[in-house]
């Protein structure tokens, strides 16, 4: 009589048969397809509306490479690395900082106006407000610099090509003195937007002296012009008309004369305006060239990136001191993060190009200007140490530089974010 | 055709694969949605409404995973969330709902008595083992399958489903043997 217990699969067992009988012969009904389908929507196509998980992968990727674009012009602009090979100067905003737009009070005719300036003159009083047209400042731009060089002929012939080179020319040069002692003075014309391109490349033919650079508004004289000129023609034109109706041998005389003075004017006028405007447009450069002092010595400036910069320090003390050099100076700066020591030493003349190469050894070469110095007609053999190095050493720039940590941890970030939101997706994602 | 083609022909808007998986699984999830709701026009709502929801979702589906478990998880899913939302009691083994009206073939192995057993014994049970039961025993499910359609820990399946399995075997245990005796 004990209850016996059946075994678990039989428990299985009559499940399986309970469940399949509970539901019998009850089956789908069989036009459930023909009532589903008309409810279906259009067929799913074109994915990117369906399911988060069908745009949110290339909605990120997009985002990623917009992120290692950003940082990657971000690291190529801003970083500390850049542009070190090569610094070329890039035109300097001279327009935008010298001729600046006038404001709403300075208002001229249009240039096609100027530009017709033999036309009649118009009857109406200055033209209506629309065809006005702001003018902007008109600035000549002055510069001057005076350089030591160690051969004058050659420092004019350099000055030339850089002035045609920028689309300019060599509007006056004198040359004075003897053989040994020539100096020159040479006026350089340059686009006015050039002009501080010019003086950056005229700096390294020699040793500057001195340079200044100055500006002279002249919008006024050139409104002032423009009206004169205008009020001339109106002159003339009256004239002619009187010429016309003039009855009189003595008045047509009278009024030829009054006609040409007023000409006469108008074509000085016209010259002044003219000259004002190349002025504008091409600014001047005075180079003043002077011969280096006789028995001036060589000299050089160079900038070497190297690690290490305290011991690379001390192995350049002692190369010097072992060609009987005297080390003057150090000065240990930290720029940008970078460790700088500004080195100033004294070598005998005839061991700069020799202290040179082994300095130029200690790294990478950045930057390396050396100065001739003048043919002493006597050879003497200087007592002292006279030829100066300017040298600097910087470290290099660091890997682990601002820059480059963004432009890796960005990216690398917005694909961590992107494997994770996956892997949320998936999981998420019905079986 | 396999499953896997017919899903990813679906993923494409193909309608006839998408036809071929419903009369595929159509009497499956009836037969689930019924054993839940024991209300036949509900079920028949209930798996139209999974199907919908499957042809929507296709294109989230990776092809290489099987279909049924899939269909049957938003089948389960939306039976329970309107249950819930209707706050009505799942009610899967109704005493009340009139037994099935043919007698199939596998109603001779299986006696009234042991039918009637089963069914108190299962009703003693909490609704969500009654569901565990159905999932494993009715629809087939592998017990991997049945937790996540549940939402339950692989663990948590099986020693209920062990729990579950012995109460029963102890409730027919009595019926049986007082039959026999």
Not at chain 1, 98 to 104: E, F, K
Not at chain 1, 346 to 361: H, I, T
Not at chain 2, 107 to 127: C, F, G, K, N
Not at chain 2, 150 to 167: D, F, M, N
Request: hydrophobic share 45%.
């Amino acid at each position: 009589m004990a209850h016996q217990q059946p075994s678990l699969e039989d428990v299985e067992r009559h499940l399986r048969d309970f469940f399949r009988t509970e539901v019998g012969a009850r089956r789908a009904p069989a036009d459930l397809w023909t009532r589903l389908a008309p409810r279906l929507e259009a067929p799913p196509a074109g994915g990117w509306a369906l399911g988060p998980q069908r745009w949110l992968a290339p909605a990120f990727a997009l985002s990623l490479l917009l992120l290692m674009g950003v940082s990657l012009a971000w690291v190529l602009t801003a970083s500390p690395w850049r542009g070190e090979e090569a610094a070329a100067p890039t035109a300097p905003p001279v327009r935008e900082g010298m001729r600046i737009q006038a404001g709403p009070s300075v208002a001229l005719p249009s240039p096609q106006a100027m530009e017709g300036e033999r036309a009649p003159a118009p009857q109406a009083p200055p033209a209506p407000p629309g065809a006005l047209e702001t003018l902007q400042r008109q600035v000549i731009v002055t510069a001057a610099m005076t350089l030591e060089v160690s051969s004058v002929e050659e420092a004019v012939a350099r000055a030339r090509a850089i002035a045609e080179g920028l689309g300019g020319y060599v509007q006056h040069l004198s040359l004075s003195g003897g053989r040994e002692r020539t100096t020159a003075t040479v006026t350089l014309r340059v686009p006015q937007d050039q002009v501080l391109i010019a003086l950056e490349r005229l700096r390294p033919l020699g040793k500057v002296l001195d340079q200044s650079m100055g500006s002279q508004d002249v919008t006024e004289q050139v409104i002032d012009l423009e009206a004169r000129l205008r009020s001339l023609r109106q002159q003339e034109e009256s004239l002619l008309r009187l010429l016309g109706r003039a009855q009189s041998v003595g008045d047509i005389l009278a009024i030829e004369r009054e006609l040409s003075r007023v000409r006469g004017e108008i074509e000085r006028l016209q010259g002044q305006r003219e000259a004002l405007r190349r002025r504008v447009e091409m600014a001047t450069i005075t180079l003043t060239l002077l011969p280096l002092p006789t028995g001036s010595p060589p000299s050089a400036s160079l900038e070497v990136a190297t690690g290490e910069v305290g011991r690379r320090v001390e192995q350049v003390e002692a190369m010097v001191a072992a060609r009987r050099g005297v080390v003057e100076g150090v000065i240990y700066r930290v720029e940008d993060g970078r460790e700088r020591a500004e080195v100033s030493l004294r070598v005998f003349r005839k061991d700069l190009p020799d202290v040179l190469n082994a300095l130029e050894g200690l790294g990478k070469v950045r930057r390396k200007e050396v100065q001739k110095g003048a043919s002493s007609g006597e050879a003497v053999a200087p007592a002292e140490p006279d030829a100066p190095i300017a040298l600097t050493l910087v470290e290099p720039p660091g890997w682990w530089t601002r820059g480059r940590v963004l432009a890796i941890a960005l990216p690398g970030g917005g694909v961590l974010l992107l494997a994770l939101t996956l892997a949320l997706l998936r999981l998420r994602r019905p079986l | 055709m396999t499953e896997e083609e017919a899903v990813r022909r679906c993923q494409t808007g193909d309608r006839e694969a998408f036809r071929w998986l419903v009369e595929r699984y159509q009497d499956l999830l009836y037969g689930t949605a019924f054993l839940m709701t024991r209300d036949e026009a509900l079920a028949e709502d209930m798996v139209q409404e999974a199907f919908l929801a499957a042809w929507r979702g296709i294109r989230g589906m990776d092809p290489r995973r099987p279909v049924r478990p899939w269909l049957v998880r938003i089948l389960v899913n939306r039976v329970l969330s309107r249950q819930r939302r209707r706050s009505l009691p799942s009610v899967p083994l109704d005493e009340a709902t009139p037994l099935a009206g043919g007698v199939g073939a596998e109603e001779a192995a299986i006696t009234q008595a042991l039918r009637h057993s089963v069914r108190r014994a299962l009703l003693s049970l909490p609704s969500a083992d009654q569901h565990l039961l159905l999932l494993h025993y009715y629809t087939g499910l592998t017990l991997p399958e049945v937790a996540r359609v549940l939402g339950w820990r692989e663990g948590t399946v099986k020693s209920r489903l062990h729990r579950a399995l012995g109460r029963l075997r102890a409730a027919l245990g009595e019926g049986q043997g007082g039959k026999e005796v």
